[in-house]
């Protein structure tokens, strides 16, 4: 069956002090992995997408990377701002739907 | 703005009602897909439309039922509520499957059903 676990469930950090959030995953075989941001009550917001090992990309404080059995999240200098959950989701062939892992809640505390 | 409307925004209603929630999707959006958002179970998917016709199916109820209108807008049918129905529904959108960059799914800002 096809997983995604993400650690930590929770991560407070204060102001600046970087950290990263993982996302490991179990599956037959993948075609994309997704990073969404998701704020109380309101719809996942696309962050990045990452197709193959070794693959990087940054916004802003964030940077995604990915290899063959997970995917890190980084974030760099962080600001209450970036307080968010943040959700990784797999893709296992085109046009099907996403797998979802349950997502790190992140604190900022200025 | 993900550009995907959902409506309402919010919905209470009591067990045994039927209710319609409604998703225009992106345009030139060919694919809807239909999550729920518990508090304990995270984003789980229901179903799947690709351009008017059903194209996955996940956890849904058989009380529940979905369609995707020529126009492309798709409209999600709870019956049957009960209080365990109770969530977020998230509408997302992609457009098609011809390449990667087209696969990012978009999501719409939910409707958040309280079933008393």
């Known amino acids: 069956e096809d997983q995604v676990t993400q650690s930590p469930e929770a991560l407070r950090l204060q102001e600046g002090e970087s950290s990263s959030l993982n996302c490991s995953y179990t599956v037959s075989g993948l075609r994309g992995l997704f990073w969404y941001r998701q704020d109380p009550g309101k719809g996942p917001e696309f962050l990045f997408t990452l197709y193959s090992a070794g693959e990087e990309k940054e916004k802003e404080r964030l940077k995604a990377t990915l290899t063959k059995k997970e995917s890190f999240l980084h974030i760099t200098a962080p600001k209450p701002e970036d307080s968010a959950t943040y959700l990784c989701?797999?893709?296992?062939?085109?046009?099907?739907?996403?797998?979802f892992g349950k997502g790190t809640r992140l604190s900022v505390i200025a | 703005d993900s550009g995907v409307t959902q409506t309402p925004k919010h919905l209470i209603t009591a067990t045994g009602q039927r209710v319609t929630l409604r998703c225009s999707p992106r345009?030139?959006?060919?694919?809807v897909y239909w999550y729920q958002q518990s508090l304990d179970q995270g984003l789980q998917f229901l179903i799947q439309?690709?351009?008017?016709?059903?194209?996955a199916k996940g956890n849904i109820l058989e009380r529940f039922s979905a369609q995707q209108f020529p126009d492309l807008h798709s409209e999600l049918n709870l019956s049957s509520l009960e209080l365990g129905d109770s969530a977020l529904y998230f509408c997302?959108?992609?457009?098609?499957?011809?390449?990667?960059?087209?696969?990012?799914?978009?999501f719409g800002p939910g409707t958040r059903l309280l079933v008393l």
């Open positions: 439309y690709y351009n008017g016709e059903e194209r």
């Open positions: 997302a959108s992609s457009e098609n499957p011809a390449g990667k960059d087209q696969e990012t799914q978009y």
């Open positions: 989701a797999v893709l296992i062939s085109g046009n099907t739907p996403l797998v």
């Open positions: 345009s030139g959006d060919l694919s």
